[in-house]
């Protein structure tokens, strides 16, 4: 059965700082990790990684995946208040006979101003 | 605007009701997904359709039920037999096997 961690499950800062958040993953076939970010409702996609290696960056956004730690960070610089969210990690494997994407259970992100 | 719509977004079910959730796409996307979430659980995947006339169960399937008549359609009926079906529940779509999924905006369910 495929599997997810995401670490901090909560995190509180204050605008301005840099913050890491980690997600480690046990998965059979892997295809993709995903990140997300879920202000209220709709959780909408930050990045789909499928390399070693490569970072992918949009903005004060930063992401990279280790395959051979079975794990991902997400890196956000110059926090803002508009970054406080829940951040979902998501893998795509083949495991456990089911199809679409295993999800950890989020960190959620509450920056202070 | 492409995009995912469901409806509605607050629902209340009494005891022993059956109640559907509508998902619908304009995307062309293949590939469709419900998934609940409750507090500290992240997301799970209750079904999911990669084609037409065609769907599967995820890993809590049970006291749930779906239909892929259409492509943009993919309607979630939540039955009595869910014993705890309180949960926010996302659809999402994506254009192949999952990739970026796109998600809607949820449907709160809570029995009253």
């Known amino acids: 059965e495929d599997k997810v961690v995401q670490s901090p499950l909560s995190l509180v800062v204050h605008e301005g700082d840099t913050v890491t958040l980690n997600c480690s993953y046990e998965?059979?076939?892997?295809?993709?990790l995903l990140w997300y970010k879920q202000e209220k409702k709709a959780p909408t996609f930050l990045f789909m990684l499928?390399?070693?290696?490569i970072e992918k960056k949009s903005g004060r956004l930063s992401s990279i995946l280790d395959k051979k730690e079975l794990s991902s960070i997400l890196n956000i610089t110059a926090t803002q208040t508009g970054d406080s969210a829940i951040y979902l990690c998501?893998?795509?494997?083949?495991?456990?006979?089911?199809?679409?994407?295993?999800f950890g259970k989020g960190t959620h992100l509450i920056i202070q101003p | 605007d492409g995009g995912i719509t469901q409806s509605p977004k607050y629902l209340f079910r009494k005891e022993g009701q059956n109640v559907t959730l509508s998902c619908e796409q304009n995307?062309?996307?293949?590939?469709m997904y419900w998934y609940r979430q409750d507090p500290g659980q992240g997301l799970r995947l209750i079904y999911y359709s990669q084609i037409v006339n065609d769907f599967q169960k995820g890993d809590i399937a049970e006291g749930y039920s779906v239909s892929r008549e259409k492509k943009e359609s993919f309607p979630l009926t939540v039955t009595s037999a869910q014993k705890n079906p309180t949960a926010f529940y996302l659809c999402?779509?994506?254009?192949?096997?999952?990739?970026?999924?796109?998600f809607g905006q949820g449907t709160r369910l809570t029995v009253v």
């Open positions: 998501a893998v795509e494997g083949t495991g456990g006979g089911a199809d679409g994407l295993t």
């Open positions: 998965v059979t076939n892997f295809r993709s």
């Open positions: 995307l062309n996307h293949d590939a």
């Open positions: 999402a779509s994506s254009p192949n096997r999952v990739g970026e999924a796109f």
């Open positions: 499928t390399s070693s290696g």
